[in-house]
């Protein structure tokens, strides 16, 4: 198990340098001069001048990235130009909300997706079936930032029952909160089910044409022991790997669904932060964003093998 | 294959909406019964009728002109940004795959750090940097979907170059830009198209998501992404605004979707 952890942890960390080339070289799309662009029209060449030291516009590229990246990894991802408030502290503020966001998002996918997935496979080219096919192909199909827009229009506008934006802390107020997180985690959380459904269709499909699953059936095994723990068991290694993919993607902050529900996490601040040219807090953003899924993709591969009976035998 | 194809009736279907847009932006001029720039102050935020049948917009505007119009731009974005992601990608992907050995692995580290970096925030964050406009927004989902296509060139690729026609060519003593070119290209490309069917339609959500940001197609050009920015101020005064462009959006890249599935299943019977 070590040396498996090893030997991956040995491959996230070249995609992880790589990642950050991928984003210090961002800064170079800036069209003409990187000082003008964050400093803006109104600043004096002597504002520009301290721009450029400030943020060692002068020195050569590979100095720039080399003091970038030094200061990145002491979590130092610079200061904001505009409010001089530091882009670490302002990351890490952001969070937990964005984690609250993802988690509810997260429960909603796989209590949905799991289920219904499971049941259009084993009623197989039945109504159940089309159903889900064609509603898994529909959440995939609605773009969540015009679902966000109309549960808005239905619950908060027309109906009344839940808040249209905003954000409260579970700690501060867990009612407020559940009714603050309810429309975001569903909007976010029916695209991923619709994924999910069809993953855990397909997973379970592949195992239930098996000929243990068939053995089971044989022995006279109760339908659904049969499904949960033969089929199901065996089929949840492809659907915990999709499970922890997705969670590295949501941690990187639902950008439109926090921005639609004004809900302070990462994703409003990458959008806060491109339109005051805060460029580093977009940078810390996707370089936070690159790193959260190749630590979830380390995790999926410790998960599959944890899942994985036959392949923790051959290392054992 | 076409038999396989047209005896799925999704598949169809999904060709026919996506056929229907493709009129639909094509002849936008001709059918819209309206300017979609033109304001009327007169005219803000009127409820669907017999003269507006979508309604109008914030500064009195015919919201099915824009939905027309708007079409123009989400798929013209759609397929540009595909064709800039193909243009990148395959190259990488069936040379490194072609090639083997350091270059492969030094690529597809290169390919995989990319993939890492969510989509939209990729995205969102190159389009940011590049500036904001249609243009630009196109070349940001196409950088940022090149990736994906790279991969899937290269799985192609690793799966071609074993086989024994590939053989036969080195053999005879082919060049190999025309093994590549003849050969694995020409045998990747049915995959290839399946994608970009499939990268079509998250080309045209990441499109109107763009401009919903403001980072997409500006004002006053029609796009749908942007009409539904600003229906989102309006919404308890004119919910029509939003309904429409995005019934839209979700009607188009489902219709891709279909097709996309459509096209793999007719490729890929065992599938």
């Known amino acids: ?21 991928i984003v210090f070289c961002l800064q170079q799309l800036l069209p003409g001069d990187p000082a003008l662009v964050i400093g803006g029209g109104e600043a004096t060449p002597a504002m520009l001048a301290e721009i450029r030291e400030r943020y060692g516009f002068n020195d050569p590229l590979i100095v720039q990235y080399w003091h970038w990246i030094t200061s990145v990894m002491h979590g130092d991802f610079g200061v904001s130009y505009r409010t001089r408030e530091e882009i670490g502290p302002m990351l890490a503020a952001k969070i937990p909300v964005t984690l609250h966001l993802a988690l509810a998002a997260m429960f909603i996918s796989l209590i949905i997706g799991i289920p219904a997935g499971i049941l259009a496979a084993i009623w197989r080219g039945r109504g159940w ?5 064609i509603t ?17 229009l239905l ?8 808040p249209a934006s905003g954000y409260v802390s579970p700690f501060v107020d867990p009612w407020a909160s559940l009714k603050s997180i309810t429309m975001p985690a569903i909007v976010l959380g029916t695209a991923l089910a619709a994924a999910m459904m069809r993953h855990t269709r397909s997973a379970m499909l592949t195992v239930m044409s098996q000929d243990y699953v068939r053995t089971a059936r044989a022995k006279g095994q109760r339908e659904w022991i049969v499904i949960l723990k033969h089929a199901f068991l065996n089929a949840q290694v492809p659907i915990i790997t999709l499970a922890t993919l997705q969670f590295g993607t949501l941690l990187a902050g639902a950008v439109l669904t926090e921005q639609i529900f004004s809900i302070p996490g990462i994703g409003k601040m990458v959008v806060d932060a491109v339109f005051n040219r805060e460029y580093q807090a977009v ?28 392949l923790r035998s051959k290392t054992l | 294959m076409v038999r396989r194809f047209t005896r799925n009736r999704a598949a169809v279907f999904g060709l026919a909406i996506v056929a229907l847009f493709v009129v639909i932006a094509i002849v936008a001029p001709l059918i819209s019964p309206f300017d979609p720039i033109k304001t009327n102050w007169g005219l803000v935020r ?6 507006h049948w979508f309604g109008t917009d914030e500064l009195g505007r015919d919201v099915l002109s824009r939905v027309l119009y708007g079409a123009r731009a989400s798929l013209y974005a759609g397929v540009v940004s595909v064709v800039i992601a193909f243009a990148i990608g395959v190259p990488i992907g069936i040379i490194s795959g072609f090639a083997g050995g350091v270059l492969d692995v030094v690529v597809m580290r290169v390919v ?23 243009t630009n927004a196109m070349i940001a989902i196409g950088v940022s979907t090149a990736p994906v296509f790279a991969r899937l060139a290269r799985g192609q690729t690793l799966i071609i170059k074993v086989e024994e026609y590939i053989e036969a060519a080195r053999s005879m003593g082919v060049r190999p830009s025309t093994i590549l070119t003849k050969y694995i290209f020409a045998n990747a490309l049915p995959p290839l ?11 045209i959500i990441a499109e109107a998501a763009l401009a919903f940001l403001g980072l997409g197609q500006q004002p006053p050009d029609a796009s749908w992404g942007s009409m539904l920015n600003s229906a989102r101020s309006s919404l308890g005064l004119a919910p029509w605004m939003a309904i429409y462009p995005g019934i839209a959006i979700f009607l188009t890249v489902l219709g891709f979707n279909l097709l996309g599935d459509g096209l793999h299943d007719a490729l890929d019977p065992k599938a």
């Open chain 2, 193 to 203: 198209l399946v994608q970009s069917t499939l990268a079509i339609a998250t080309a």
């Open chain 1, 136 to 152: 898994a192909l529909s959440g995939i199909s609605i773009p969540n930032f015009w679902l966000g827009i109309m549960m808005i």
């Open chain 2, 46 to 51: 009127k409820a669907p009728s017999a003269a």
């Open chain 1, 129 to 133: 079936d089309h159903v889900v096919t």
């Open chain 1, 1 to 21: 198990m070590i040396g498996f952890l090893i030997q991956r942890l040995l491959v996230a960390i070249p995609t992880l340098l790589i990642i950050s080339v």
């Open chain 1, 283 to 310: 940078q810390a953003v996707t370089l936070l964003s690159g790193a959260a899924f190749v630590l979830m993709s380390l995790l999926a591969d410790v998960l599959y093998f944890w899942a994985n009976p036959k």
């Open chain 2, 112 to 134: 995989d750090a990319f993939l890492a970096i969510p989509f939209l925030i990729l995205a969102i964050a190159l389009a940011a940097f590049l500036g904001p406009s249609l």
């Open chain 1, 155 to 162: 619950f908060a506008v027309n109906l009344g029952w839940l």
